[in-house]
């Protein structure tokens, strides 16, 4: 044979390894002898291993799931069935007597309300109510530090902590609501600013632990305390020897059944009086001075403690410059600016503006839900102001329209007009004779000037922060 006859047999040699079926016809090639013939060209045996091998694994992974979870469904299934078909124990027969179950108690709404008759008892205590006399000899290092928290209502808080920190008193203030609708101001760190409702409970405690390690004094503000209206965190306070003020300022103590006695126009937010009894009876336990801005409060207080304070409210005059109205301006602006319109009666103001407007010519704005520094502009353009028409009382707005030289109109109780100072310019009036008052501060430019003028100086002498504060520190040291 030739080389090249050599060269093709040898070619042919790994082909005839393979399982070549007997039958096949196989075509000769050129370089091989013409009775050789042979096979198509396939791949060599190695490569088709190696794909045939791959593909195989290819299927076993997608058919195969994995072990662990396969054997975790299966203990699970198990034990599934093992707690179905296990018998229940047998219960032992005890005869007991049957417990009558107690009636529920079926709260009446407010017009249905007796006066007096509450469904827990009334406290007995005979309280007595004192006017502090202004301290001018400040000792601060026998006070100690004194903080304020954790609510600031109508700025009360804030206002008068920076009073004592004028007088020297190393005083702190902390409101819990960052800059809230009325924008006054905070003080410290809120302790549950972006903290989760379910947290703010632990972070409150937390905070009244680490916050008795520095003051001596703690003055709470609307019947709340660390822990809100929980009060979790007064028997702490009592154990560590820290003294405890506690002002209220209107709502949280306001009951309708005590408030309808001598007021028929009387409203309150709080319709729970049962929760009203609960707040008071657990502080009267634990609070050492309580304070109230009027009489009117007094009332609701009366019986759960020894004795109360009569510190009015503070608003600094010092940032108000008057602006009395023109004596001749026959077209006065009218402005009421409630925070709460079932409260000060804001619609049935709105419906006697209505009336008024048909014969009389006058302006009138209504500003709400907005910053306490926006409704001062508006007061300050104002040449009267309507308060509230329900509560009995004049409020904080009021004190700022009159210290800005401007005359209020609001609802004075008339057995309350004689507790107030002497000389009160604010003009009385209740649902029934409101037209009449606003109709005649309308019609009379020269009273609206006299008014504005006596109301400057009355609440700059008795809503003083200076004298305020000082009032505050004969508090303090009658807590020793």
Sequence with gaps: MNKKTNAG?????PIKQQNVKRNTKLKPTRNAAPHIKRTKKKHPPKKRMVLKQKLRLKKNIKKKSKPKKRMVLKQKLRLKKIIINKPKP?????????????????IKPITQLVPLRFSTPHPKLNTILIEPEPDKMI???QLGR????????????STQATSLQKLGLPVSFCSYVK??????????????????????GRAMMNYAIKSSEKYQIFHFHGGETFTKYNYTDLPYLNLTNKRIVMSFWGSEVRKASIAKLMNPFARVKLTDENEIHRRLTVLSKFVDAVIVPDHELFEYIKGYFKKA?????????RKFSPLYPDANNQRPLVVHAPSNRYIKGTDHIGRVVKTLKQNLNFDYVQVENTSNANVLKWIRKADILVDQLHLGIYGTVAIEAMLLGKPVISHIREDLLTKYPANMPVVPANPLTFE?????????PQLRYELGVRGRAYAAEHHDP???????????????
Excluded: C, E, W
Excluded at 90 to 106: E, L, N
């Design 9 to 13: 047999i040898r070619r042919l040699r």
């Design 90 to 106: 047998k219960k032992r027969m005890i005869f007991k007597k049957k417990k009558a179950k107690p009636k529920k108690r079926v």
């Design 139 to 141: 000792s601060a290092p």
């Design 146 to 157: 004194i903080l304020h928290t954790p609510v600031n209502p109508a700025g009360q808080m």
């Design 179 to 200: 800059r809230g609708r009325f924008a006054f101001p905070d003080g410290l760190p809120s302790p549950i600013h972006k903290v989760p409702k379910s947290l703010r």
């Design 309 to 317: 304070y009569l510190v009015r409210a503070v608003v600094d005059h």
């Design 436 to 444: 009449k008052a606003l109709y005649n501060l309308i019609t009379n």
């Design 466 to 480: 200076m004298k305020i504060a000082q009032q505050l520190i004969t508090v303090y040291k009658s807590l020793d």
